[in-house]
């Protein structure tokens, strides 16, 4: 069995934040998807590998050796409702890795 290896999709944000505290005190490996470079050290400091990117583009490329997905992302409150729906609720795996994200249970 791989070990696991959590992508925390919505890393900074409100949700984000807690989640990944809790990663870091469970000593489970994650990646933190992030819009801002701004944000980085506070994650590398929890350990985190960080995935700098944008839900509005292809972002295929940080399911790589994920194991699991945590969506925590999108809120109208801090951005405009257009780029609320602009963005996907969900990724489509496109990665062997990626399709086992999406079968695989936590």
Known sequence: MNAIKVLLIGAHG?????IAQRLHDEAIPFRAFLRKSAHKSEFAALGAEIALSDLTHD???VFDDITHVVYAAGSAETEGVHEVIATPLYA??????????ARSSW
């Open 14 to 18: 409100r949700t984000g934040r807690h």
């Open 92 to 101: 489509r795996p496109t990665t062997r890795s990626g399709a086992a994200c």
């Open 59 to 61: 972002f295929s490329h």
